[in-house]
């Protein structure tokens, strides 16, 4: 069974700087998109930034210029550097795994709390 398990979360100020890091574990061969979403209180979840095995990047227009995603593809690993981080940042920030080898699966994290705040 695939699991993955988040860090990295916490409380920031305003203008500073996060890092998120997210590694699957299990019977993996090979995992397609490796993405990171988050929920703020009463909204829903959204996509922030995702990329892919060949290293394609795609990120929410809130996030660019500020957020940057990365992998380390022989450790199963996904990594979400936040910088200049606002209050309206602030949210559980999920992991997502799709296209997860053998079976083509996809699978969450368990979510990592982002608190940016004064």
């Known amino acids: 069974q695939v699991q993955l398990v988040e860090s990295g979360g916490g409380l920031v100020q305003p203008g500073g700087s996060l890092r998120l890091s997210c590694a699957a574990s299990?019977?993996?061969?090979?995992?397609?998109?490796m993405a990171w979403y988050r929920q703020a209180p009463g909204k829903q979840r959204e996509l922030v930034a995702a990329?892919?095995?060949?290293?394609?990047?795609s990120y929410a227009d809130s996030v660019k210029g500020r957020f940057t995603i990365s992998r380390d593809n022989a450790k199963n690993t996904v990594y979400l550097q936040m910088n200049s981080l606002k209050p309206e940042d602030t949210a559980v920030y999920y992991c997502n795994a799709n296209g997860v080898r053998p079976g083509y699966v996809e699978v969450w994290g368990q979510g990592t709390l982002v608190t940016v705040s004064s």
């Open positions: 299990g019977k993996i061969s090979s995992i397609y998109v």
């Open positions: 990329i892919t095995s060949g290293g394609r990047t």
